[in-house]
């Protein structure tokens, strides 16, 4: 047990350093120049011998593995180093975004796979008839639509046209209640929600429309079951597991993906502040933020693996199987 | 009466006539194949159809709702977003399936490698393909688009294609894998028949239908990730027309009402999407048959 | 006192290809503690017969006729009103244990289910009382610990034991059985007939029993209702329909087990295959493969004849216009298409001492995930004599096919000696030297005819595929040809060339596989259970066909299954596996007269007799 859980840790902790190598050595090869995050428009008037000047200073000059082991060991101590940018230490400007995007995020995922599970099993129940039909056309309809384009003509029609709701930011100007940061982030979870919603719906109905053609079924069927009770005890309760390792792997999914609807709405998370760090090669925001999303992507997937090898007794059932 | 009694054996009869097939248009999706088709063709033939020169703009005419001379209206550079429309669908069908002939072949490469191979480097592929597709696709698109800067057609599609065939890989794999095992395929070596024979007539054909869903949805969403890119101005930059990039002036027109600059782009859009999609739907549910004893 | 009466049923479905008239006017009375079997093979509709008995058919199907048991016309009661009887007053055994065990939960708690099901209010501790009791009678033991473990811990025959101990949970007065012990094996088989009798007694249950396995309704049933095509063409009781069959169908089904055609040179088989039930039938649907049909046959469907009081048949032949037909005086033996071919001269001259495999000592072992080792072959030796057909025998697991796979080659990591022809196996060099021979000489068919036929493909390109991969120039001139030929070597006419192995019955594509196979003319074939898959009155075709051919090439089979019956028929050897060893072998004569090994003993005590009297 504690070797299984150790070796799972350990992967983890080389992964997290493989990965920050990684982007490391990418982002300082990419074409494009760190100095105009720092110095702004400013750089182009520089002499070469100022921009020697200024590389030297934020150690851009040294070779490669020396920037990265300072790197290491500054990290250790939570020190991630400057944004070049916003000149202030990275972690400030991160942990500063980072309770927005989570919010938008978590709130968001928990909405998600909530309504997905039983938007998923509302249609199950109803297969093929009607219900299922018209939620099923619905779905497709608006999983086929860009996100950003969602957010335009929500912005368009509730906030420009009926003026019902705030269209930018995560609360208005000098004004911090409740109510109005609730009121701001009702467009942006719309958004999220409508994105990702009918994916995993039509995903848990299909599930369970397979559970329900296994021959198990037929065998409760004839014990007398009413239909309810099959659905629910065996079908749904058999795809639970894997419903379950799929929420793991789809963290990272949903939380990076709100970077589009927190541009468009001009919400403060960690989306946009991703997004500059790589156009501008503000390297240190970079590195913590890739080790950030790295972390939660390898844990996600790592929470799955163990869900599927510990607790779904059918894969249990498939490796007795290769024994006989 | 009595020779009605004759023993007669077995006597040879017809075979049973062919069971009746269903006409081609019974269970296809005809409106999205008809919608698309039309509006590839008026893509195709965009030339024949514009009204105006898209790439001019007529200052003079920005930003006019739609009418008789603008059929959809201008948008803030007095470009004719109807002939916007169609010239520039073709860049962004053509990138759609660009993008995803590169995902196709990249996909069968590694699908293929893994399924073959031995147990320790398959693990290692699928662990490492395992954990691209966790991050989030658009992400790390946006996030390779970033560093590389500038952009054209071919880069865009480029970028799109290598970041998406992970799932497509997957599933080539473990269709691989099993078909590996299967009998006539086993036959086949036991007459035989070596690598690659086994490969090009054997598995191909068979994996080939089970990732023609993932293909056309693939189109689908390289078509969503460049209207995405773009509109986020990292994509096609304005000179270039497409979908996207026409919506990447969508952002002003918000404000300032001009509310067919977003809305009919983004029709067109929405509209080509549902119709790829039903056609992808299709396609999966030609594989499942069996009926539900509930 | 009858328990239950069907009356005029119907069952109609739908398909994508058409509907499906899956029984068609059945009547049926069983009475309170009998054992009716109904004996048909697939396609027949007797499956579907006993699903809508229990309401259990699809939604699209539509049942009509009466069903008539416990006071209630069942036919038209809605789910809600099934409820109460399913599980309680009818319950039902299926076919495969493996899949209709629920395998995410204990076999327990499955058990518990149909008890609480219909006693809502039982006590936990009764109900475990019940669920210990309920294992133990079916033969399960240490139900305490048993009850916790999931299905996939179980083996077959425990499976299907729990799957017993859930259908007679609450003490139902009906059983139905769909092919109870088709997917076990032979001592399993056994096993289970017996537990099913034991139990039956006890309880005076009324058991409706639904297998294509004469011998197991033959041990088992009171009465037997013989079904084809949607109807039942004879019923009686068991001797009388084992001892006087009166339907030829009947007739030609008992007459083609092996067991009537010891030391004959061919087995007898009914000419044809048992026909698509989309169709509108004309009179009998049995006639076209009815060597004694009647004009009127192709006419007038025949009512059913009264012989004795148990005992009717659906036959013109029974009507007293009809000329009398004596079925054991004409005995056809071979088939009418099996036309005179040319072929390899019979000697390949070899000398006929000298084995064309030989094996010593062989070993093989699997790596399992989990770095357990499982050894499948443990020390076998044997060897095959040129033109001689050699069986080997076993249940499940017992390494037969692995045998084999080592003889191809499939794998070629194992311990010991191959020798084919004196071209060691195990030799990596040998085998690249002599590929071109190795790949021609030996070839192998298999079980499962629909996973050994690409399904993309079509018959003729399958067929002379050999010939494509070596790039090799057939003796009938050109592929297509040489395809025709082959096709029709082995009774198929050239219509099927185009088609793929989708469009073929179960028989047609055992019967491409083995016009495959026999394309380059080998010295040795394999063949791995080639019949298991098949109806009865196939098997027997098939079975003829292999002899035929191998009378005709003079080639070498090495012959594995587990029909015991088919493999003493066919084989001049045999050899018995168990546990990955070889326990016994020698004259086929010799084995089964005298066995000696204790499992080999068991293995043929196991298999039911057909004789005219119950043993």
């Known amino acids: ?324 | 009466m009595n020779d009605r009694f004759q023993m007669v054996g077995i006597l040879k009869k017809k075979t049973a006539s062919e069971v009746k097939s269903h006409p081609w248009y019974k269970e296809h999706p005809v409106i999205s194949e008809v919608l698309l088709g039309l509006l590839i063709l008026g893509c195709l033939f965009a030339k024949g159809i514009m009204t105006k020169d898209p790439t001019y703009m007529d200052l003079l005419h920005y930003a006019t709702p739609p009418g008789k001379e603008f059929l959809f209206g201008t948008d803030t550079m007095g470009r004719d977003i109807f002939s916007m429309i169609w010239y520039g669908g073709r860049v962004s069908l053509f990138i759609g399936v660009l993008s995803t002939v590169i995902t196709t072949v990249l996909a069968i490469l590694v699908g293929s490698i893994s399924g073959l191979a031995s147990e320790r480097v398959d693990t290692l592929i699928m662990r490492f393909t395992e954990i691209l597709l966790a991050i989030p696709g658009l992400l790390l698109i946006i996030f390779i688009q970033a560093i590389l800067g500038q952009a054209n057609v071919f880069s865009i599609s480029f970028v799109i294609g290598i970041t998406g065939w992970m799932s497509m890989a997957k599933v080539i794999r473990t269709e691989v894998k099993q078909l590996r095992d299967s009998e006539y395929i086993l036959a086949a070596r036991m007459m035989g028949g070596n690598f690659f024979y086994v490969l090009w007539h054997h598995l191909a054909p068979n994996f080939i239908s089970s990732i023609m869903f993932m293909v056309v949805m693939h189109v689908r969403s390289a078509i969503v990730a460049e209207s995405t890119l773009s509109f986020m101005g990292i994509g096609l930059p304005l000179e270039v027309i497409s979908w996207g990039s026409m919506l990447s002036l969508s952002e002003k027109a918000l404000l300032s009402g001009n509310w067919w600059i977003i809305v009919i782009p983004g029709l067109f859009l929405v509209g080509t999407l549902v119709c790829i999609t039903q056609i992808g739907n299709y396609i999966r549910k030609r594989g499942n048959t069996t009926q539900s004893v509930l | 006192m009858s328990l239950i009466e069907i009356k005029n049923l119907n069952v109609n479905y739908k398909t994508t290809r058409g509907e499906v008239h899956a029984v068609r006017g059945v009547n049926l009375s069983v009475a309170k503690g009998e054992v009716l079997a109904i004996v048909g093979e697939s396609g027949c509709g007797k499956s579907a017969l006993l699903k809508s008995v229990m309401g259990l058919m699809p939604a699209n199907a539509v049942v009509t006729g009466q069903v008539s048991a416990f006071d209630r016309e069942l036919v038209s009661l809605r789910e809600k009103e099934w409820q109460g009887i399913r599980g309680k007053q009818i319950s039902m055994l299926f076919q495969d244990p493996m899949t209709t065990l629920n395998p995410t939960m204990t076999i327990g708690s499955q058990i518990a289910e149909a008890l609480l099901i219909h006693h809502p209010k039982m006590e936990k501790e009764k109900v475990r009382k019940r669920v210990y009791e309920l294992l133990s009678l079916v033969g399960i033991k240490e139900p305490e610990v048993r009850a916790k473990q999931y299905p996939y811990q179980f083996s077959g025959g425990m499976r299907q034991r729990s799957v017993l101990a859930i259908a007679i949970a609450n003490e139902p007065e009906l059983l139905l059985a769909d092919e109870p012990t088709t997917a076990l094996d032979v001592t399993v088989q056994a096993q289970i007939l017996g537990l099913l009798q034991e139990i039956q007694k006890k309880l005076n249950m009324t058991t409706i029993l639904v297998s294509h396995d004469l011998r197991v309704v033959s041990s088992i049933a009171d009465r037997v209702a013989v079904m084809y095509a949607g109807k039942i063409v004879e019923i009686g009781t068991r001797d009388e329909i084992f001892g006087d069959p009166k339907h030829p169908y009947t007739w030609g089904l008992l007459r083609s087990l092996p067991e009537y055609s010891q030391g004959k040179e061919m087995l007898f088989t009914i000419p044809g295959m048992p026909p698509d039930l989309r169709q509108d039938f004309v009179g009998d649907a049995f006639a076209p493969r009815n060597r004694y049909a009647l004009q009127i046959d192709y006419e007038e469907e025949p009512p059913l004849f009264a012989v004795s009081d148990t005992h009717k048949a659906a036959t013109w032949l029974l009507d007293e216009r009809a000329p009398r037909v004596d079925f054991s005086a004409m005995d056809m033996v071979h088939e009418v298409s099996m036309e005179e071919h040319e072929h390899a001269p019979r000697n390949h001259g070899e000398d006929p001492e000298k084995p064309l495999v030989s094996i010593n000592h062989l070993t093989k072992d699997f790596e399992l995930p989990g770095k357990k080792k499982m050894t499948a072959v443990k020390d076998v030796s044997f060897s095959i004599m040129p033109g001689e057909i050699f069986g080997l025998v076993g249940e499940s697991g017992s390494g037969k096919s692995t045998v084999a796979r080592c003889i191809m080659n499939a794998y070629t990591d194992f311990e010991g000696e191959i020798f084919y022809d004196e071209i060691p196996l195990h030799d990596r060099m040998a085998r690249r030297r002599e590929r071109r021979r190795l790949s021609t000489e030996r070839q192998m068919i298999f079980q499962d005819s629909a996973s050994s036929l690409n399904g993309r493909m079509k018959i003729s390109d399958i067929v002379t595929e050999p010939f494509r991969i070596r790039h090799e120039k057939p003796k009938r001139g050109s592929l297509k040809k040489e395809a025709a030929y082959q096709l029709s070597y082995v009774g198929m006419d050239e219509g099927y060339l185009n088609k793929h192995p989708g469009e073929l019955s179960g028989g047609q594509r055992q019967r491409v596989a083995i016009a495959r196979a026999v394309a380059t003319d080998p010295k040795l074939l394999i063949a791995d259970e080639p019949i298991a898959a098949l109806d009865v009155s196939i098997q027997a075709q098939i079975i003829n066909l292999f002899k035929h051919l191998q009378e005709e090439h003079g080639f070498s089979i090495l012959f594995i299954a587990h029909d015991l019956a088919m493999v003493r028929f066919l084989c001049d050897r045999v050899g018995v596996m168990v546990d990955g060893e070889m326990v016994e072998m020698g004259e086929t004569e010799e084995i089964f007269a005298n066995p000696r090994h204790a499992y080999t003993k068991e293995l043929l005590a196991a298999i039911p007799k057909i004789g005219k009297e119950r043993p």
């Not at chain 1, 070796?7 to 493989?18: E, T």
């Not at chain 1, 709100?258 to 925001?285: C, K, M, Q």
């Open chain 1, 1 to 324: 047990m504690i070797r299984y859980y150790g070796g799972k840790i350990l992967i983890f902790i080389v992964s997290i350093f493989v990965l920050s190598f990684l982007v490391f050595t990418v982002s300082r090869m990419a074409p494009g120049d760190p100095l105009v995050s720092y110095y702004g428009d400013r750089v182009e008037k520089m002499t070469p011998e100022e921009r020697e000047h200024a590389e030297n200073r934020l150690g851009l000059r040294d070779p490669i593995l020396t920037q990265y082991q300072r790197f290491l060991e500054k990290s250790m101590q939570g020190d991630f180093g400057i944004s070049y940018k916003y000149k202030r230490s990275a972690t400030e400007v991160v942990l500063d975004r980072l309770p927005y995007t989570l919010v938008l995020g978590g709130v968001g995922f928990v909405l998600i796979f909530s309504l997905a599970l039983l938007l998923g099993i509302v249609c199950a129940v109803h297969e093929d008839r009607l219900l299922d039909q018209i939620i099923c056309k619905v779905g497709t309809v608006t999983s086929c639509i860009p996100e950003f384009w969602v957010s335009l003509m929500l912005i368009l029609i509730f906030a420009v046209e009926l003026k019902l709701l705030p269209s930018s930011g995560a609360h208005s100007l000098r004004v911090d209640t409740l109510s109005d940061r609730l009121l701001h982030l009702i467009l942006p979870m719309t958004v999220v929600v409508l994105g990702h919603l009918w994916y995993y719906a039509y995903m848990i109905r299909n599930k369970i429309l397979e559970e329900i053609r296994r021959d198990y079924v037929l065998l409760a069927k004839a014990k007398g079951l009413s239909k309810r009770k099959i659905l629910y005890r065996h079908c749904v309760r058999n795809m639970i597991p894997s419903y379950l390792s799929l929420m793991a792997i789809s963290v990272p999914h949903i939380l990076g993906g709100t970077y589009i609807v927190e541009t468009v709405f001009s919400f403060p998370g960690i989306g946009t502040l991703a997004y500059e760090s790589a156009r501008f090669h503000d390297y240190n925001l970079l590195m913590l933020l890739s080790l950030l999303s790295g972390m939660v992507v390898i844990l996600g997937n790592m929470v799955a693996q163990i869900i599927n090898e510990r607790i779904d007794p059918r894969i249990q059932a498939k490796e007795a199987m290769h024994e006989r």
